[in-house]
């Protein structure tokens, strides 16, 4: 902290950079660079929040609508995993400042077998969307009445998720025997083995939630009258005359694409009433914007696993002390954010009512 | 010897209170939503948002510690909220002013499924 501090070189931290005067710099000029980052990741994520703010207030309706095929428990147990990952970073953060090293290792693979979680119950969720064609604008291919069996999604869903089960475990021996002698190594497999292991489980609970969740509704047949004003016209295959941003890079579009029979005029007048004459493809906007915001958000969730692979590593190799834990702290602060953007997007994309 | 003597800890029972208010506020507003007999209409939306900034206030002081940081870092994350709004605002504001057009245009020229 002293000047005299600084004029012997011994001092230093063994991580301390050499253009920084005092590791206490070092350490409050990566928190600085880290909040810059996350504020550039606030903008980024304003683009998104932007497009649903503006489709949303131009068609309530239909959001409304489009929500109803979101599950609002898949979403509220999600939002529980990473709530209680944030509560594991910041209490990882806590043991590294008091150099309590297996706290600070259970605290960060405990963070990240909830990541797994939360991709797991991502990927059921995914699967059945794509199963029943609640997709984005361009492949927006929901019948109402159509009912899609998706008894070959859920057994998919469970060897995919007995799969996961298996690499977990793989990579967790896989670290037994590649990291035989190097500590940092062992623990790299045993995070990545955990999280795989937290996404097998993730996948499992939640194939079995939605499976059991199907048969008890298949009696009530809720979500049979959605969308019925556009589909009962039978006009599926529908020329798409747009491309929105979202779908922009995967989706090609069939210009001119035609169906034989025209339809009455005052078909087309009650489907312009219902979509202000956006056609029956519409509710897959709410889809695009769906797909793009916690597509983007997964994507976080992914790059957020790998940095902690990195921080587990080091944390093994006791590189952390009181003395020195800013990456500990500056990803744990890019894990906040990630789940400060979920706990926006839970209520706007799974809680219209 | 410590540097960061100076530092805050932040007290297990701080971290586990914020967590059990995130996970009430959680239940609150999925209730809210799912159940019947307490709607409130129009209001509804604004409730769920105020719900969720609560939730996200409670991460940035207590979770991301701003509470006890140095200000800087907090008016970085105020900022950038604030291009937020002022992003929003005017999207919306431009939205509103030509929907009734947009409007018009659609119910006019609605896009037959023949055509291209």
Request: net charge negative; aromatic share 12%; with cysteine.
């Amino acid at each position: 902290m002293s000047a005299t501090a600084h004029a012997d070189e011994h001092q230093h931290h063994r991580f301390q950079a050499h253009h920084f005067e005092t590791a206490e710099q070092q350490f409050q000029a990566g928190k600085l660079g880290m909040w810059l980052f996350l504020a550039t990741e606030v903008l980024f994520f304003s683009g998104m929040f932007c497009a649903y703010a503006v489709f949303r207030a131009a068609h309530p309706e239909v959001f409304e609508k489009a929500a109803e095929f979101l599950n609002p428990t898949l979403g509220a147990a999600n939002t529980l995993v990473l709530l209680a990952s944030s509560l594991s970073v910041a209490w990882a953060v806590r043991c590294a400042q008091l150099g309590k090293q297996s706290g600070l290792l259970s605290n960060l693979i405990f963070t990240m077998v909830c990541a797994g979680i939360f991709m797991g119950v991502k990927a059921v969720e995914y699967s059945l969307k794509w199963k029943e064609g609640l997709l984005w604008r361009g492949k927006f291919t929901w019948t109402d009445g159509a009912h899609p069996d998706l008894t070959s999604t859920h057994e998919m869903l469970y060897s995919f998720g007995l799969t996961l089960a298996g690499i977990g475990a793989a990579l967790i021996v896989a670290g037994l025997i590649l990291g035989a002698k190097s500590v940092g190594t062992r623990w790299a497999f045993f995070a990545l083995g955990a999280t795989v292991l937290g996404a097998a489980g993730g996948c499992l609970i939640g194939n079995v939630y939605t499976a059991w969740e199907q048969h008890d509704e298949q009696t009530h047949g809720e979500h049979s009258e959605v969308f019925e004003d556009a589909h009962a016209l039978g006009l599926e295959e529908v020329a798409e005359e747009e491309v929105h941003a979202e779908e922009a890079e995967s989706e090609d579009v069939v210009e001119g694409q035609t169906d034989a029979e025209a339809p009455a005029a005052t078909v087309v007048q009650e489907m312009a009433a219902e979509y202000g004459g956006e056609g029956p493809k519409f509710p897959g906007v709410f889809f695009s914007i769906y797909y793009a915001m916690t597509g983007v958000h997964a994507i976080h969730i992914l790059a957020g696993i790998g940095v902690f692979v990195w921080i587990v590593s080091r944390a093994a190799r006791g590189h952390f002390e009181p003395n020195y834990y800013g990456p500990v702290e500056y990803t744990g602060l890019y894990w906040h954010l990630v789940d400060l953007i979920w706990i926006y997007l839970f209520p706007l994309l799974y809680l219209i009512r | 010897m410590s540097e960061n003597h100076h530092h805050y800890v932040a007290p297990l029972p701080v971290l586990f209170g914020t967590f059990a208010c995130l996970v009430g506020l959680t239940i609150i507003t999925v209730f809210q939503a799912t159940q019947e007999y307490a709607e409130f209409g129009r209001w509804e939306t604004p409730l769920t948002l105020s719900i969720a900034t609560v939730k996200a206030a409670l991460v940035a002081l207590f979770f991301m510690q701003l509470a006890h940081d140095k200000p800087m870092n907090g008016i970085i994350l105020i900022s950038s909220l604030l291009f937020l709004a002022l992003f929003l605002t005017f999207a919306l504001l431009d939205t509103h002013q030509y929907g009734p057009q947009v409007h018009d245009f659609l119910i006019s020229n609605p896009k037959a499924p023949d055509s291209p």
